[in-house]
């Protein structure tokens, strides 16, 4: 079976992007919970009220995101082999859009937070391998993050990249991680070589 899709996250993988998520949790008060399972599960007026403490945290930490170096290359190369991206994040569809519009960045496929799918869950995962039509072995997962690994685990999908200078972080999860989009790539290219 060959690599025929690659899912992305959006903060910490495709954009570099700062978020204080201890500052964010404590004014949000999540007891510990997920933020999104967390605001869904309040009453209104309080939900609406902190959904907007959200947002103006992810506007100001989008607003001075960049592109994190080498992934334009990374991901025009994959382009050019046919390799179809899609993007998934736990963020919202008008920092999606920012963020797209000010990298001129495309992927064949979309899911963000306002779909009802969140990682950790492999719901979001699975979905894109619906609409693409690929199977879990045809696909690899490119995050940052321990919920990046999670859903890539239970989607079922095996090659799972984190890109993270710190790898004692993912020690016993299963994952390869890189320090660099360059150093993944070299992986990637070995991958399609070997499969192709």
Same mark, same amino acid.
């Given at each position: 079976m060959r690599l025929r899709g690659a899912i992305f996250d959006m903060d910490?993988? @495709? &954009?570099? @992007?700062q978020y204080n998520w201890g500052k964010i949790k404590e004014e949000l008060e999540t007891q510990g919970k997920s933020i999104l399972m967390y605001l869904e599960s309040l009453e209104e007026p309080e939900r609406s009220k902190k959904w907007k403490v959200l947002e103006r945290f992810e506007y100001e930490a989008t607003q001075k995101a960049r592109l994190k170096p080498g992934m334009r290359e990374f991901l025009d190369? *994959?382009? =050019? =082999?046919?390799i179809k991206k899609a993007l998934v994040t736990n963020n919202s569809q008008k920092s999606v859009s920012f963020l797209l519009k000010k990298f001129n960045l495309e992927f064949d496929y979309v899911i963000s937070r306002e779909k009802g799918l969140w990682k950790p869950?492999?719901?979001?995962? *699975?979905? &894109?391998?619906k609409e693409l039509g690929l199977s879990k072995e045809e696909c690899c997962v490119v995050g940052d993050s321990h919920f990046d690994v999670r859903a890539a685990q239970e989607a079922g999908i095996p090659y799972i990249f984190i890109l993270n200078e710190d790898k004692e972080m993912f020690n016993t999860l299963g994952a390869e991680v890189f320090s660099s989009v360059e150093v993944l790539q070299t992986r990637i290219d070995e991958l399609l070589d070997k499969r192709n």
């Open positions: 910490g993988t @495709v &954009v570099d @992007v190369a *994959l382009s =050019k =082999k046919g869950s492999g719901a979001p995962f *699975l979905a &894109v391998l």
